[in-house]
């Protein structure tokens, strides 16, 4: 089966611009997480949907970072503007439905440099 | 503040013996622990979990031991392979539907 995909690979911009990432999950998994992982950290929790609601976005700077699931299949995350401190890999995970002891699969997220 | 603790930010072995890697956590909620190798540029691969409720399962040259009395969890590679270098990533939650607490990960080199 396909993995998680995400999109682009790689993305570099100055600050107080804006970004958008992209992941389509594995087909069929209804729930989504996003994750970010800052260099020698392990990652962390932005948001996680169930479908195309969210369940958690305790985590999430919502002054400036956005994120929506259409439709329950892809996502989008953004970050506008952009802050030095946001450099870092955004990972997007998928699980088939949250319930019972499912592993979470990783994609092979998108490299954020802020200039 | 950081749950899952990986002490040991690095790890060397040479190939055939046993890698031990090991795992602390702090929050008597967790009960559903996994541990992901992530390779450079690319994302974590799940590798193995246990549940709360057991004290240890294998999956061939995998075997994840838990500890719930110490919060101590530990994955054993035997025999270890140069192809097992990688970053080890260990993670928990209160349950396999809630989001994963990682520890910052060791990186473990086995040499030939």
């Known amino acids: 089966e396909a993995g998680v995909a995400q999109s682009p690979r790689y993305k570099i911009i100055e600050k107080r611009q804006s970004v958008a990432f992209w992941c389509n999950p594995i087909?069929?998994?209804?729930?989504l997480y996003w994750y970010q992982q800052i260099l020698g950290q392990g990652p962390k929790l932005l948001i996680q949907?169930?479908?195309?609601?969210?369940?958690?976005d305790s985590q999430l700077p919502k002054d400036r970072f956005s994120a929506e699931r259409l439709k329950g299949v892809d996502s989008t995350l953004k970050i506008q503007p952009a802050k030095l401190e946001d450099s870092a890999v955004y990972l997007c995970?998928?699980?088939?439905?949250?319930?019972?002891?499912?592993?979470?699969?990783f994609g092979d997220g998108t490299r954020l440099s802020i200039l | 503040d950081q749950q899952v603790k990986q002490n040991s930010p690095s790890l060397s072995v040479q190939e055939g013996r046993i890698s031990i890697l090991n795992c602390d956590y702090t929050?008597?909620?967790?009960?559903?622990f996994l541990w992901y190798k992530k390779y450079p540029a690319e994302g974590p691969t799940f590798l193995i979990s246990?549940?709360?409720?057991?004290d240890k399962n294998e999956d061939g040259r995998f075997t994840v031991f838990l500890n719930k009395s110490a919060k101590h969890l530990s994955l054993h590679i035997v025999p270890s392979q140069p192809g097992d270098s990688a970053v080890y990533f260990c993670?928990?939650?209160?349950?396999?539907?809630?989001?994963?607490?990682f520890g910052k990960g060791t990186s473990l080199l086995v040499t030939p």
């Open positions: 993670a928990a939650s209160k349950d396999s539907g809630y989001a994963l607490n």
């Open positions: 929050n008597s909620m967790f009960d559903y």
């Open positions: 087909s069929g998994h209804a729930t």
């Open positions: 246990i549940s709360s409720i057991k």
């Open positions: 949907f169930q479908n195309n609601g969210v369940v958690d």
């Open positions: 995970a998928s699980s088939l439905d949250g319930a019972g002891n499912q592993p979470q699969h």
